[in-house]
């Protein structure tokens, strides 16, 4: 019923940049609240930034605030997440998440719709 692909995740240096894309298909999918997550070697998945699908209201994990920003292209049916600034740290996979609500939410349970994921790496 809804379907996200993740693609542009890679090898990046610290400092540098990287943007990644999420295309959603299926029914409703327009009107979906869309997420991302990453989850580390180790780590849990953690929530990094979400948007709303209808009027772009964004919503981001503290550690990305000015350096990352979510957006979207409604005729493409696609959400990105330009990543600028980036640091080791963020070295994860990436993984592009939905949910059926307009409300922006953080929590990873409440996305039901998630993507295979993205691999980031960024060196020293």
């Known amino acids: 019923q809804v379907l996200l692909v993740e693609s542009g995740g890679g090898l990046a240096q610290a400092g540098g940049s990287l943007r990644l894309s999420c295309v959603a298909s299926?029914?409703?999918?327009?009107?979906?609240?869309m997420g991302w997550f990453r989850q580390a070697p180790g780590k849990e998945r953690e929530f990094v930034a979400a948007?709303?699908?209808?009027?772009?209201?964004?919503e981001y994990t503290d550690s990305v605030k000015g350096r990352f920003t979510i957006s979207r292209d409604n005729a493409k049916n696609t959400v990105y997440l330009q990543m600028n600034s980036l640091k080791p740290e963020d070295t994860a996979v990436y993984y592009c998440?939905?949910?059926?609500?307009?409300?922006?939410?953080?929590?990873?349970?409440?996305?039901?719709?998630w993507g295979q994921g993205t691999q980031v790496t960024v060196s020293s």
């Open positions: 998440a939905g949910r059926q609500s307009r409300t922006i939410t953080k929590y990873r349970s409440e996305y039901p719709y």
């Open positions: 299926g029914r409703a999918a327009s009107t979906y609240t």
């Open positions: 948007i709303r699908w209808t009027d772009s209201s964004t």
